[in-house]
């Protein structure tokens, strides 16, 4: 798949700060990106052909699976016709929604940049509006007729980093997002420096998209805390329908040792739910061989997070334990990086 001619992109509009304008009496009405070029006219001056879709937007707090799937659906059923997309999104839940697709867009060859802003659009000193021509520059942009980043990623303040490495880390700064244990794939000052190293390729270049549309509802995050109880913890393990349990653990992945609370994962294991061990801290990996806590979890049978965002275990549980899957295919994913969403330890 080479692209010779100008690059053309589908811009996704879902909801969120960015889709936001003032009035003439200065209340905040969704902007129309359909008429984008009259809003923005220096959009025109990009090197790339762009559509609009405007899904049904909605505050990003109000994102479900559902709509991963809506997403991903609009992706494969425009995948031919663009070379790019970039998805307008709200950035309470972006990095959810940038984790979820890349796990479920398999096969993907093409940029998908997801993008939002701080700031409503129609407001004087709105980030939005270099975070979207940035954006859509990124979608368009080619090395050698091929898109320089075929991959989900999350634009924002002058950075672009792998989707499934984020973390909305400010409700604040400009910069909302950090990505703490991969390197950014470009830093945009006067000129955008792509950090072509760190950016994946699909190997499977000029294959088909698929995607993956059975996500499971069993997947629960349990956040540790001094002081957790033992009925609370038994009562969440035994819920029906639990297949995935996301334990964010202290430091390097370690827990308590007490007898029950190893017992009842223990137990919770032995019935067949995945529980994945990720840190609480924002940077740094989980290794349970280091300390007797995490090696008492090691021996439990729980799943090393290594250095994954909890956004990325909670939406990779979902995306391995919906859907038909033999189980030795779905232990193996479990254990090695799927979309680059985590350092194997070989190489960390
Ligand atoms: N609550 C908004 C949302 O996530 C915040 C934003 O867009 O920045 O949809």
New binding site residues.
Partial sequence: MRIMKKPSILLIYT????GMRSDANGTLVPFDFNAMYEEIPSIKRLNVDIDVLTMTPI???NVTPRRWVELAEIIRDNYRRFDGFVVLH????MSYTASALSFMLENLAKPVILT???IPMGILRTDGRENLITALEIAGAVRDGRPVVPEVALYFQNRLFRGNRTTKQSAEELSAFSSYNYPALAEVGVNIAYNHAAIAHPVDDGGELRIATSLSEGVVVIKLFPGIGEGILRAILSVDGLKGVVLETYGSGNAPTSEWFVAALREAIARGIVVMNVTQCAGGSVSMGLYETGMRLQSLGVISGHDMTTEAAVTKLMYLLGGERPDAERRRLLLEPVKGEFTPDDVA
């Fill in positions: 909801g969120g700060t960015i505050d990003s707090s709200g950035t309470d839940t939002g802003s701080q």
